[in-house]
């Protein structure tokens, strides 16, 4: 593998010829162009500009749709709670209420 980038990069520069290249691989010269080609494309690919950081992770929709649920669902029970206890102080507040309203009466 090393030995073929070697060789297209000396192609490239000048220093041998395709035809010279193709001998030093032992392949035709049309093969030779073949693997020039996707060197260069891959090479071009790896230089792309890419933004910085880790790459994103693939978000699994199955995951995401459970996760969202899930917060969905623990937002209810939060609400819930805070119903149940609002209904609590109010049933106490007017128990002491009707207490108040005996004893003032």
């Known amino acids: 593998m090393r030995q073929r980038a070697l060789v297209i990069l000396q192609v490239r520069s000048g220093l041998l010829t395709a035809k010279e290249g193709a001998q030093r691989l032992r392949i035709s010269r049309k093969t030779y162009y ?14 792309e500009n ?43 507040y007017g128990e002491f209420r009707d207490r108040r309203s005996k004893k003032n009466g």
């Open 50 to 92: 890419r933004p910085v950081g880790r790459p994103p992770i693939a978000v699994d929709g199955e995951k995401e749709t459970l996760r969202e649920r899930v917060q969905e669902l623990e937002k209810k029970l939060y609400l819930a709670e805070k119903t149940i206890e609002l209904r609590e102080i109010l049933a106490t």
């Open 34 to 47: 073949e693997w020039e080609e996707r060197s260069l494309k891959a090479m071009a690919l790896a230089l």
